[in-house]
């Protein structure tokens, strides 16, 4: 599976970027040029939101890839948080202990989703 992402800008000068699909080492890169190109077009984004619900996939690569983005995005003072990530990519941020980077997202969809914040 391929990776598209998209781009919209929401309310309060927040924009939100939005992968679909497998992040990992063909495409990570994707993901940090889509946060540079925001914090390049003109007005600086108050604030950007990874909305992570269609990432089915991330590897090490893809995780390297958000923390990078995130610092880019810190270099020019704007906050980047991660939004609704799917079950696997929250799984992710979990274990490596990234959750809170990103403002401690809860898991998208399911009644489930409090099982992977408490491991019960």
Same mark, same amino acid.
């Given at each position: 599976?391929?990776?598209?992402?998209?781009?919209?800008?929401?309310?309060?000068?927040? *924009?939100?970027?939005?992968? @679909?699909?497998? =992040?990992?080492?063909?495409? !990570?890169?994707?993901?940090?040029? #889509? $946060?540079?190109?925001?914090?390049?077009?003109?007005?600086?984004?108050?604030?950007?939101?990874?909305?992570?619900?269609? *990432?089915?996939?991330?590897? @090490?690569?893809? =995780?390297?890839?958000?923390? !990078?983005?995130?610092?880019?995005? #810190? $270099?020019?003072?704007?906050?980047?948080?991660?939004?609704?990530p799917s079950r696997f990519?929250?799984?992710?941020?979990? *274990?490596t202990g990234l959750l809170?980077?990103?403002g401690n997202p809860m898991?998208?969809?399911?009644?489930?989703?409090?099982?992977?914040?408490?491991?019960?």
């Amino acid at each position: 599976m391929t990776l598209s992402i998209t781009m919209s800008t929401l309310a309060n000068g927040v *924009v939100e970027v939005a992968p @679909s699909g497998e =992040i990992d080492v063909e495409n !990570a890169y994707e993901i940090r040029e #889509a $946060v540079a190109a925001q914090l390049t077009e003109g007005r600086l984004p108050e604030r950007i939101e990874l909305n992570m619900q269609s *990432v089915t996939f991330i590897d @090490s690569v893809g =995780i390297s890839a958000l923390v !990078a983005a995130f610092q880019l995005a #810190a $270099v020019s003072e704007v906050k980047l948080i991660v939004t609704r990530p799917s079950r696997f990519a929250h799984r992710q941020l979990w *274990v490596t202990g990234l959750l809170g980077l990103f403002g401690n997202p809860m898991p998208f969809g399911g009644a489930d989703a409090e099982h992977l914040v408490t491991g019960a």
